[in-house]
């Protein structure tokens, strides 16, 4: 028993010698559906880029829009500290 690694190498060796036409049809296959998934791949990292964009776009735009105020702390109001405009004029 070979490992399966040697296994495979004898296999594709075996099929490139003796069925050349064969063997070179599934390696342009292979080659062709790799870089099919390779694109498709591409293209959906490009969408899911796009889409934290416009994500991002519309979370800063909702925080521009609705903002938090703090909380304001007012000091004891005592009305006898301020005189009015009616003490002025007496």
């Known amino acids: 028993n070979y490992p399966i690694n040697t296994n495979?190498?004898?296999l594709k060796n075996?099929?490139?010698k003796h069925h050349r036409d064969l063997y070179l049809t599934v390696m342009n296959k292979h080659e062709e559906k790799s870089k099919q998934i390779k694109e498709i791949n591409h293209q959906k990292e490009k969408e899911k880029i796009q889409k934290n964009l416009q994500n991002l776009?519309?979370?800063?735009n909702e925080t521009r829009i609705v903002q938090n105020l703090k909380?304001?702390?007012v000091a004891e109001f005592n009305e006898e500290d301020y005189i009015t405009e009616e003490e002025?004029?007496?």
């Open 71 to 73: 909380p304001i702390q």
């Open 8 to 10: 495979l190498t004898n």
């Open 57 to 60: 776009t519309t979370q800063n």
């Open 14 to 16: 075996y099929f490139a």
């Open 88 to 90: 002025i004029e007496e």
